[in-house]
């Protein structure tokens, strides 16, 4: 950066030299402005792509720490050291299971799974969709139902920066499982067949395809994927689409994943619906056998 | 402006150079830390707004 080094005297400077060096300065300084933005505006997307990730898995990982040892805290002290090998023994019947866990914004309360991302795929739910809840995980959309409630357990996620929970959820395939559980619970919903799976769906095609079908009724029109506006809050009310809070006698056991779409924008919104299709008391040593389905 | 700060940097120019570094490096950090995080609300790109 320094100035060419001329062994003989400067000449005398011409008329109208002045006025250059000036012109020349200023050319010089808008120059550097411009690339000094241009750096700026890169190191910002290192920060949004990478470093927000750093601290939310941060967040998460402090998150995770606190869920497990409220867990272990509460397990019940029986004597049951028993390992269950057979997961039917605990399979159990959604409408007989009630939280016994509060929820505290910001705070885990449950961890979601979703094999078909990978074994490691884990994140733990806090209560809360504000973006301080979402630095640190997916987040409970607070008015929403429990995991394994009848209605809508609906859940929002990150697409691209802190922690990215829900980058992938474009690659689901109806049936895959979505795994929620809780301080006592492991609840098993599946995606919902997609729109254009519709027309020729067939139930029995797969073994993990049991008890997940296209929708019809009150439900009509809620599929596996959609992709809608950023207003369009009916999806995680109780009956997707249907806009009332109350919670329908004959309503099903919905999941709602929400995250923004397309990705690096939020200009929309893509939701992944399921449905809950079994669910296991937990017990020690035991993992339901779809978390590997992988 | 950056000529400007190089000439004011004191030593030799492998000093210079460590100055440099150590400046970028504070600015990087202060855009990491403090602006970014301010301006992040502002911008649409992950803004999970849910009503």
Redesign the interface.
């Known amino acids: ?2 100035g060419a080094q001329t062994p003989v005297a400067p000449p005398p400077p011409a008329p109208g030299r002045r006025g250059r060096d000036e012109v020349r300065t200023v050319v ?2 808008v120059g ?2 411009l690339i000094t933005l241009g750096v ?1 505006v890169l ?2 997307v290192v ?2 792509v990478y ?1 927000t990730d750093l601290f939310g898995s941060q967040k998460q990982a402090a998150a995770t720490e606190a869920i497990n040892q409220v867990w272990a805290s509460a397990e019940t002290t029986t004597t049951d050291t028993v390992a269950v090998t057979d997961p039917n023994q605990l399979v159990t019947d959604p409408r007989q299971r009630t939280p016994r866990y509060e929820t505290l914004s910001g705070e885990g309360f449950a961890k979601l799974y979703i094999p078909a991302f990978g074994a490691d795929y884990r994140f733990t739910v806090v209560e809360g ?1 504000n ?1 301080d809840d ?1 630095y640190i995980g997916p987040g409970h ?1 607070a008015e929403t139902q429990m995991p394994g409630q009848q209605g809508n357990f609906a859940v ?7 922690g990215s929970p829900f980058n992938d959820l474009g690659l689901l395939a109806s049936c895959d499982a979505v795994v929620a559980e809780t301080q006592d619970d492991w609840f098993v919903y599946r995606v919902l067949p997609m729109q254009e799976e519709g027309a020729g769906w067939d139930g029995t095609q797969h073994a993990h395809c049991a008890g997940v079908g296209v929708q019809t009724g009150q439900y009509a029109g809620v599929y596996g994927r959609e992709i809608t506006v ?2 369009d ?1 009916a999806q995680v009310l109780p009956v997707p689409h249907v806009d009332s809070t109350a919670v329908p006698p004959d309503a099903q056991r919905v999941i709602t994943l ?3 779409h397309p990705q ?4 929309e919104r893509m939701i992944i619906h399921g449905v809950l299709t079994q669910s296991y008391a937990k017990a020690p040593g035991f993992l339901p056998p779809e978390l590997g389905e992988g | 402006m950056y000529v400007w700060i190089w000439r004011r940097l004191p030593g030799p120019t492998a000093v210079k150079w460590l100055q440099a570094l150590g400046l970028f490096l504070a600015v990087v950090a202060l855009l990491f830390f403090v602006v970014f995080p301010w301006l992040e609300p502002y911008l649409p790109f992950d803004r999970m707004s849910t009503d």
Request: proline letters at 3%.
């Open positions: 950066m320094s010089r300084g550097q402005l700026v190191l910002f920060y949004e470093v969709t973006s979402l959309y929002a996620g990150h697409r691209v920066s802190k950023p207003t809050y929400t995250t923004c690096f924008s939020d200009r």
